[in-house]
């Protein structure tokens, strides 16, 4: 069938997707069985249908139900020929459908760098299209389809959709309800998309200033006040079905000086240790409801010393999640391309030792053949029992039950106009990240800047990438900011690791200006940037920095009379940071992390809980 949902169309040429009447016709009654249309049905779904269900799929139909695969392309039938290409290379298909057709998988999930996120109405044209190469499979079952939209630094659902504030800064702002906000915003609007799982939130306490996988995405240092935060993120999220949330990393990605992506990180914690820190955002997410949660590749020795990550555990993952816990929902792998699960063992074994330790999902291996094959083999074999399967599958379907996907798979581009980047979700997105900013020092009543005294502002510093591609560049986003606010702003891009010759540039441009602000990203003690600021220092004229990522920055520091903390380098949060600068808002985050002493990390600078106002709002 050709398709008629790829993301090419206006808004006023999309094609509604299939009739109810159709889909029920084309899947032989699979969704007829299960009874589960209407509103009449209890929260809970029936286990006998579902296990009928199962009971009547092929076992090569119960090894794709574990999967969830990425896959290339803005359309499910009809990619570009660059995203035909990379799924031939990397998955042995051409599209989505072939994918579906050829493994039966049960989810897929969408990023950025695979061409899935363009803009909302391709996005609800890709998740229609993939619903309906599914639904029409024999004993077709809806895909949960899924993505990491953290907000912050993580994000692949980008403008017109709306963006929030991340985690640390939603720490900062200390607001239960803000987090509850954002999470029913953002569960709304990727419903609307079509996408019904979301890794998120990060469960992870950061104590590890040099952590270089979490930092920012983490909501702050406390167990207490991030267990708080992700309980009721969760609660946000899964208001109404909206969406499954996902807290992750278990059992605690949040004290590791190495990334997972590239190597194999070991947590020292103790038993004592981990049950402090790292296990209350967990208690309090499955006391929340939450509907899944996500593995780390990581070692605990404390909770296994076989020398396996956890993701492969089976001490950590049915002993202490499933047993000492009491959580029956959803556990995803993640990423199975990752360095950290692929270290021990090949991309054979990886798939069949997550199953055997409790895993229900097995995310984005490198190789799905490679993993589909090693899954059926080792039930053929005996490894692995059929039994095994269907109790992970049985979760997957009361999940995709709970969301409603047997009674209302497609998405309607309607429902995007309605829901997507609303006035009123911008705004709420706005007034969230104004109670987020955090001045961590006020030298001399530097700030609020006066336009009137500081008419002309140069804004310098680095320009990062937009973590969703859509926003930026945080230098003329701020200039762009200021100069709405009433000043004459410019922006001068020097980047992260700043030259000799653009340092002298910066100098030269600050001579014409009144004040500089400098965008800080992730400052070290022989970093360029730490020299431009030192020379722009020098100048004499006043020089506010803002710290686009990790507020640790300020240590590195000490002559800038005043600095924010943004806590990410999206539109929404340096927007804030330039209200705040402006002396529109007053500066109400806290810090949701303790910043050490440069020179001496053994003593605090900067407590949990430091932040400076204006006093006069």
Partial sequence: MPDTSTGSRGRTGSTAPPSRRTVLAATAGVTTALALGGTAHADAPDDRKLRALIARMTLPEKVGQLFVMRVYGHSATAPDQADIDANLREIGVRTAAELIARYRVGGIIYFTWAHNTRDPHQMADLSNGIQRASLTQPRGLPVLISTDQEHGIVCRV???????PGAMAIGAGGSRGDARTLGRIA?????????????????DVNVNPANPV???????ADP??????????????QHGRQVASTAKHFPGHGDTAVDSHYGFPVITHTREQWETLDAPPFRAAIRAGIDSIMTAHIMVPALDDSGDPATLSRPILTGILREELGYDGLVVTDSLGMEGVRTKYGDDRVPVLALKAGVDQLLNPPSLDIAWNAVLKAVQDGELTEARLDESILRVLRLKAKLRLFDAPYVSQDGVDRTVGTPSHLKAADRIAERTTTLL????????LSRRTHPKVLVVGADPASPSGTTGPPTGVLATAL??????????STGT???AATIARA???????????VGTYNVTASSAQKVLVEQLLATGRPVVAVAIRNPYDVAQLPGVRAVLASYSWTDVELRAAARVIAGRVAPRGRLPVPVQRADDPGTVLYPVGHGLSYGHR
């Fill in 507 to 517: 100098v030269a441009a600050a001579g014409d200006a009144d004040a500089v602000v």
């Fill in 187 to 203: 569960g709304q609007e990727l419903r609307a998309l079509g996408i019904r799982q979301n890794y998120s939130p990060v469960a």
């Fill in 441 to 448: 020092v006020n030298e001399g009543a530097l700030l609020p």
């Fill in 214 to 220: 979490i930092g920012v995405r983490s909501f702050g």
């Fill in 497 to 499: 690791a700043p030259s």
């Fill in 158 to 164: 980008g403008e017109p959709a709306t963006l929030f």
């Fill in 483 to 492: 100069t709405e606010l009433g000043f004459t702003a410019t922006a001068l």
């Fill in 224 to 237: 207490a006040a991030v267990a708080g935060m992700v309980a009721a993120e969760v609660a946000g999220y």
